[in-house]
């Protein structure tokens, strides 16, 4: 099991940018994919950027992301610091929410399914 610790919400101006921090611990050896994903109220949770391995013998990783944060979110990991990031510039109210990081076992997990370690969330709120 990996235990997912996330950091850096906050309330923010559109236009603004905050950068969103992981820190794993545990069985982080196991993680075939690590990820960021985002709950509004009301709303599904939803993928927002995943890094995924190419093989258990391979540093050499996949970057994916929505569509509505393409250009303007970065994912990365510091794997000295077995810490995710998640870089996020010229925020708008739409991107209010409970932001999650989570980690998954399994080569090929994209989608929030497939994700089995979940940290306890950070809210980020953007005004208008």
């Known amino acids: 099991q990996v235990q997912l610790v996330e950091s850096g919400g906050g309330l923010v101006q559109a236009g603004g940018s905050l950068r969103l921090s992981c820190a794993a611990s545990g069985r982080t050896f196991s993680s075939a994919a690590m990820g960021w994903f985002r709950q509004a109220p009301g709303k599904e949770r939803e993928v927002v950027a995943v890094?995924?391995?190419?093989?258990?013998?391979?540093?050499?990783?996949?970057?994916a992301y929505a569509d509505s944060v393409k250009g303007r979110f970065t994912i990365s990991r510091d794997n000295a610091k077995n810490t995710l990031y998640l870089q996020m510039n010229s925020l708008q109210p739409e991107d209010t929410a409970v932001y999650y990081c989570a980690s998954a076992t399994e080569f090929g997990a994209s989608q929030v399914a497939d994700f089995g370690s979940w940290g306890q969330g950070t809210q980020v709120t953007v005004s208008s």
């Open positions: 890094l995924r391995w190419r093989n258990s013998n391979s540093n050499i990783y996949y970057a």
